[in-house]
């Protein structure tokens, strides 16, 4: 049992505590958790999300994974107030089922996620896209609390994104909204498998970048960081940082480019939201302070002039635990 | 008296007429008028804005129309229930007054716009930035009508935006949202006067593609427009879709490059917003449905599979009434 206060108690208002699980499924995993209304992670553990299996098999994990939640409370005599699920692409959060496709999970689209999860826990099950929830997790406990306009991305192999607005998660007309990862950053650019050409995403995702470095060695540009991996099969933005950090001149050439398309599609929704703040995850923030500070710079650039005092571009605070905290946050919220 | 029934009053529910004054300050003149709320124009009239004069002169002009607009109610006998007043710029709807500068006003920021005019007026008065009240215009009477993400463009010398959501207008942190002119369309692009680089409105303003022009035929590139004008600076957004449309090579490459930033920059608006309908208005939307279809069809080429089903991109209905009767029916909305 993993125990870790995230929010200091004596700042929170409610006067009893209140439980609900989250379910955050990703690519590989599925993380899961009990999350109290104080924000407070009780219980936390993950599984391999059988994503290979199809749409059906995850949410039979992610039912196991509700139902280990459900007997840790009642071993530790609490109850359940109700479940979030946090899943990969287009989620109709109204009637709790997937409307599209997801890259890494075969046979997702149309699968039903609430009302198997709501028959074995017999409470409320609230699901929606992963991003929103990592989101709404920052707005609520993390990086973004207490900002009434939050836009966060997840800069993973992919980028993700999440709107919230007065606290709610902005969806748009029929769920599809907040696909930040496919703002445009060059209108004759790369095509994207989405259909359209120059998304953020061909720019800045783990996997461009990756892709990036291995082309350049490919066609004969000399890079360091082939003495730090093993083969190009290892290349990974970790790497890839480290490299630049070291010096390499190609790593630090595809790292400054990436920042300046970040700064690039970020101005752009700021120019269109104007949020409060604009907070980064995913594994690739993990590139570390440093790297969030590049990125505040070169949007704070971009962005208009009565913009630049106010707008805060951060690092995601609550890290892997973002999804679950968001999910469960928000499945009592709407309860 | 122009009486301009905008929409059927039988679709209306209200069983007795109100009124509202609409004020719609541009660049060069200011339009205003008396809107029911049955959508219909009962008086409409416009002045020279004297924008070179300065902020402070405007506002008068801007008083003299609201005066004039109550002397007409008197006359008829009906009273006046509130003001709308629709601003370039960046407006703070909450105090009513002017934040930014705007192109075309001399000292326009930080003018107050709705205390000297309820002061003369003795009604509720709230002003807006114009594309938002031509969004919301064309949302509450016109081709949005019945839908609730709206995203509104205005294509003139520069290109404006509004976003109406469940029938409020959108203003995000500071009043600084839905600069839609200010989208990126290419990250490393033309520098902007905003501050940032590759804006749309860089691309796509009538401005920005006269000058196009102007800038191929003074570097030697032929072209027919010139047997359309008396000289270079005749060339104008109008004369160049009319030469595309007779076949001129030049006009019909900026036409098609235009189109394709178009349909770039609203790709992004969608994925980040996913509106029902985008509205299309302002002096470049003269050049007919033809270049709205071609604008369409670039656009949907570009968004997501389960937006493309949906998505209406349309031609403003109101079109310069749009500002008048959003900003006239969004005053009694609020009042």
């Known amino acids: 049992m993993a125990s870790i206060p995230i929010q200091n108690a004596v700042t929170a208002q409610p006067a009893e505590r209140e439980y609900v699980i989250g379910l955050d499924l990703g690519g590989t995993n599925l993380k899961y958790g009990i999350i109290s209304n104080f924000g407070e992670i009780v219980y936390k553990n993950f599984v391999p999300a059988e994503t290979q299996k199809g749409g059906r098999r995850v949410i039979d994990v992610m039912k196991q994974a509700a139902y280990e ?42 699968v039903e996620i609430t009302k198997p999860l709501s028959e074995i826990a017999r409470v409320p099950v609230f699901a929606d896209n992963d991003a929103n929830f990592m989101t709404y997790g920052e707005t609520a406990w993390g990086a973004a609390r207490g900002f009434r306009y939050v836009v966060g991305l997840t800069l993973g192999t992919g980028v993700g994104g999440g709107i919230v607005i007065d606290g709610s998660i902005y969806h748009g007309h029929l769920f599809n909204g907040a696909e930040l990862g496919h703002v445009v950053v060059e209108a004759d650019g790369r095509p994207c498998a989405c259909g359209n050409h120059g998304c953020l995403e061909k720019y800045v995702g783990a996997h461009a970048i990756v892709r990036d470095i291995i082309d350049a060695i490919d066609h004969g540009t000399k890079s360091s960081i082939m003495e730090l991996v093993q083969s190009k099969n290892d290349i990974n933005p970790a790497w890839i ?95």
Not at 305 to 315: A, C, T, Y
């Open 241 to 335: 940082f480290k490299a630049a950090e070291l010096g390499d001149e190609l790593c630090t050439r595809i790292v400054n480019q990436m920042i300046q398309y970040l700064g690039a599609g970020i101005s752009s929704m700021v120019n269109v939201l104007s949020p409060e703040i604009v907070v980064i995850g995913g594994g690739m923030s993990d590139a570390g302070d440093d790297f969030i500070a590049k990125v505040r710079e070169e949007t704070l650039s971009r962005v208009m002039k009565p913009v630049k005092p106010h707008l805060k571009i951060v690092r995601a605070k609550l890290g892997n635990d973002a999804g679950i905290v968001g999910a469960g946050t928000w499945a009592l919220k709407k309860t």
């Open 69 to 110: 939640c459900l007997m840790f409370s009642k071993k530790e005599n609490f109850s359940i107030k109700a479940i979030g699920a946090g899943c990969p692409g287009t989620i109709d959060s109204v009637n709790g089922r997937s409307l599209g496709p997801a890259p890494h999970i075969v046979e997702w689209e149309g």
